[in-house]
């Protein structure tokens, strides 16, 4: 059992169960006093206050909504915001165990701003990876004070339901479950616009941006409905969301996950202890852990994102999309298959079921091959796995948006990261200014990607040309970054003889 400034897991998450959740906060709002920093703000919805003012005002804690378990989100409209022991902003519980407090009801989010008064500022609000079932923004990387300070923007970050709390599709019971953790982030959004203002925040240029699952959330909500008109930018960084699970598929996953736990056992009332543990039932359309994601119910989601063409919705929307050049090095132990005992002669064979795709892989072995003759089979997994899974769906929108024309076409940019061999999840500490000890490179590298998006938040172009169909310009961000023309346009036009199936759909 963890324990975390004096209240053990159990306890916390104990407090989410379904009925108990309203009432679970008032009394512990208060507990313990704690030094505030001056700067309190006084918004729409009431007083919030600043909790730290080391560069940027800090104004952490602060709940958004709240929900019973498999229910829409109710806004919270009176200001609400946890102080004393509650240091660190609760995650949803989740299959990982990584983050500290944890209660099922966590609509909570964090705000930094550099003032409060003057001509208003760009808001960019960040939503965390981990696909839909781990994650929290209280990982010290996602620390808004760096960004909002040389960025001279308000910085919002956010948390919300995951896996099984946010996705479990019961429609005969609940409608909205299979999409509960999108409709958290509109509320989130919804409360960004009624009170940013007051934080010195522009609720008329809002940039959503997201890394990983943090992006795919934000694929899918350019195809929703509930969140028109609350965000004016997307950023997505190595996530995407080219087609939601299918309600048919969505149905198979619940019923596994149901059967996991437990004969006669209710979800609506079971420990939530319980419910995480079912997420380690098969998915019967994947294999591995059971996928929770967002769902095609024509109810919230009508149609997919990005297919067969990106949602008209969204396509006046100025998109920055970009992915690491290696990003599957983040993904893979090296002290067990498919990494460990990796040679030339069996590459073929590991990179099979790791592709995603269905295409003969010793032919794919020996064009990359061709291509790096001095490779080695460890570099060589991770550029052919990179290109056929990870990047691959970051091509479709890519190339969906420049295929709709004006506007979509017009409004579109792409980046790629290169620097330092850059896997998965680099690009966040970069972003954010946040890269622990970093060398003099490293500080350089953050300061450029941090411009580039404040760039991009504050007028709508980060400064390189936009992509299209005849040049697929790319900034490559590196120790000598440069606009480069369709890079890496063989993988891309491999890769395209077989259909992509969006992992989950």
Known sequence: ???????????????????????????????????????????????????????????????????????????????????????????????????????????????????????????????????????????????????????????????????????????ERYPDSGNNGQLDLVAALQWVQRNIAAFGGDPRNVTVFGQSGGGAKIATLMAMPAAAGLFHKAITMSGQQVTASGPLNAAKRAEAFLAALGEGVDPATAPVEQLIAAMSATDPILGGGVYMGPVLDMRNLLRHPFWPDAAPQSNHIPMMLGNTVMETRAFYSTEKPPIAGLTMDNLAERIAPQMRVDIEPDWVVAQFRERYPDAAALELFHRIVTAARSWRGQVEEAEARASAGSPAADRTWVYQLDFEDAQHTDDIALSFGTVVAPTAAQQAMSDSVMDAFVRFARTGNPGWPTYDLASRNTMVFDNVSRVESNPRAWERELFSRVPYIQPGS
């Open 1 to 171: 059992m963890s324990v975390a400034n004096g209240i053990d897991r159990r306890t916390l998450i104990g407090a989410g169960i379904a009925g108990g959740i309203a009432a679970s906060f008032p009394a512990l709002a208060h507990d313990l006093a704690m030094p505030l920093c001056h700067g309190p703000v006084d918004a729409p919805d009431g007083w919030y206050e600043a909790r730290s003012c080391d560069g940027a005002w800090s104004y952490p804690l602060i709940r958004y909504a709240r929900a019973n378990r498999f229910q829409p989100p109710v806004p919270v409209t009176s200001a609400e915001q946890l102080t004393g022991r509650w240091s660190a902003i609760p995650a949803c519980p989740q299959p990982s165990d990584r983050y500290s407090p944890e209660i099922e009801d966590c609509h909570f989010l964090n705000v930094w701003t550099p003032r409060t008064d003057g001509e208003p500022l760009p808001v960019m609000v960040y939503f965390h990876g981990g696909a839909y079932s781990n994650g929290s923004v209280g990982d010290p990387v996602n620390d808004g004070a760096k960004l909002a300070k040389r960025g001279d923007v308000v910085v919002v970050t956010v948390n919300h339901r995951l896996n099984a709390l946010g996705y479990l599709y019961l429609p």
